[in-house]
């Protein structure tokens, strides 16, 4: 069974100095499929890590994301979304929505 991560989100929105923006549409960047050793007696799990970017009027965005499908699992679940970049540490950005999407549905 394959699968991918999927953004939910076309655009987020963000802050800076009290004023509202909104990004370009994002995109993905790069996405890597890894094995890491599984549990007791388990298969390996497959683990994907997939960075999406987007452009602003004020510079880059990225996020990177993961997700995993354990051992005798069939199906994966998002993990975390981590390393947030943003062009301005004082911009305050919404979390863009990410899902699992099986490629044989």
Request: aromatic fraction near 12%; include cysteine.
């Amino acid at each position: 069974m394959s699968w991918k991560i999927i953004l939910k989100s076309e655009t987020v929105q963000y802050q800076l100095d009290d004023e509202s923006y909104q990004t370009y549409p994002i995109q993905l960047v790069n996405e890597e499929f890894g094995s890491e050793p599984g549990g007791y007696k388990e298969p390996n799990d497959t683990v994907c890590v997939a960075t999406y970017g987007a452009d602003s009027e004020h510079g880059e965005f990225t996020w990177k994301v993961s997700a995993r499908r354990s051992g005798f699992e069939t199906y994966a679940v998002i993990e975390e979304v981590f390393e947030t970049t943003t062009p301005n540490p004082s911009i305050d950005v919404e979390e863009p929505s990410f899902d699992i999407e099986d490629d044989d549905e």
